[in-house]
């Protein structure tokens, strides 16, 4: 449960759920609108039983249960989260409640993994979701995508990533684990999971260079500490945008752009130049090679917006044919 210090915004309090958790199973209560006058409300409990672990990582572990004696069969995903680091710190998941609350409203169910409420016990703070039986992305590469599905992924990303900055909420941990699938290829649906380290935009201007900054391949220079950045919050959008860019290159070379720090830093200092001459050897298109290159700028404050990147013509049906000048010296919105 978050810290009780201040009063939870009102989205995470709504969004809280009556439960108790046993070693194999919970037991939530739920509410319902009932019949009459008499009994307005009706409570009912639901027994839901652990039924295998879907993933582990370094913010919790993510079980599968079924809800016993539920006709049709109920499935849900249950994300456990300890209240304490390992030095014993406690841990405010209020953001990450937050955004998740915010991001499972029903306009944007198309972009987002849906949260179906959280609860805290023990020691731990459990956070309900919607089940997708395909997994996410990274099971997916174990080699590189046709450019046309990277493409369509990338796109779907962007557009949950505009909800997201819009509304004032930076990710921070992009990465092929939190791409979940809903329809696999050639057709791709994704939607974007786990906000474990989300932020508004304003917290972010001591807190870029943290050892649990996301994943070292898909994280930004700026935090991870090997560039030089030190604008904090103001461009901390951009720490989104490099990510999705090496994700898009991870979709098409089945490699990392930079697999190591001796890589990246290279490239921070200027000895190295950008790999592009992997994506040719992919035969991926030179608005491709521009799309993945610009967004993986150095510098946070030449990274495009969100909405720059969506104009792209890489990102666009049907785009126009190809030149050797690059889209992004043309201006965008």
Known sequence: MPRRAQPLPDLVRDSEIE???????????????GRSARQRVVRIEERWVRDGCLGAGAYGIVYKERCEGASPSRVRAVK????????????????????????????????FVRSHGWYGYGDAVYITMEY????DLQRYLTRPLPEAEAREITSQVLEGLKHMHDNR???????????????QGPNWWVKIADFGI????????????????????????????VSDDEQGSTHATALDI???????????????AFPNLKELSGYCSG??????????AHAISV????????????KPEERPSVDQARQHPWTQPGSTPETNSSPWAMDAV
């Open 198 to 225: 989300s932020k508004r935009r304003h917290e972010l201007t001591t807190s870029l260079q943290t050892p649990q900054m996301g994943t070292f391949a898909f994280a930004a220079p700026e935090a991870v500490g």
């Open 287 to 298: 608005h491709g090679q521009d799309f993945v290159a610009g967004l993986m700028v150095l």
């Open 169 to 183: 909420f930076v990710h921070r941990d992009l990465k092929p684990g939190n791409i979940m699938v809903v329809e």
């Open 80 to 111: 456990e989260i300890k209240k304490c680091a390992v030095g014993g710190e406690e841990i405010d998941h209020t953001r990450e409640l937050e955004a998740i609350a915010k991001f499972s409203h029903p306009r944007y169910a198309h972009c």
């Open 19 to 33: 439960a108790t958790v046993f070693e194999n199973y919970t037991i939530q209560v739920i509410h319902k609108v």
């Open 271 to 280: 000895r190295r130049s950008f790999p592009t001459e992997r994506l040719q």
């Open 242 to 256: 490099w990510s999705l860019g090496a994700v898009a290159f991870r979709m098409m070379t089945n490699t990392a």
């Open 132 to 135: 997708l039986e395909h997994g």
